[in-house]
């Protein structure tokens, strides 16, 4: 099986990426870059009964967050699946370790 994602995401000022992390359990992506850049994106899928082979199913982002606390570049971005975290280290050594349980009260907080 084959995934294609097409998607446009604005990335502020030109900011280059450093890393990229995608959670495969709850279709969260994230990305760090230049000047502590940390964003995390939710993906919906819009799946349909229609089994087509070959088609697509349409995707959505319900969250687009940008989350604070790194100054340098982020260099390394992690999921932990199993425990529902999400690491984080800049170019600084700084580690952030959050928690996917936060992100997912953020998200709800985004839509309500």
């Not at 899928?45 to 088609?55: E, H, N, P, V």
Request: net charge positive; aromatic share 6%; charged share 15%.
């Amino acid at each position: 099986m084959f995934v294609y994602l097409s998607k446009k995401i604005a990335i502020p000022n030109g900011v280059k990426l450093k890393s990229l992390s995608w959670n495969t359990v709850n279709g969260w992506i994230v990305c760090g870059g230049e000047n502590g850049l940390l964003k995390v994106l939710k993906l919906d899928s819009g799946r349909t009964t229609d089994k087509s082979k070959g088609m697509a199913a349409p995707s959505n982002l319900s969250m687009n967050q940008t989350l604070e606390g790194h100054n340098g570049s982020v260099m390394c971005v992690c999921w932990n699946e199993n425990y529902r975290k999400l690491t984080t280290s800049d170019q600084y050594g700084l580690i952030i370790v959050s928690s996917a349980a936060a992100l997912h009260r953020a998200q709800h907080a985004c839509t309500a």
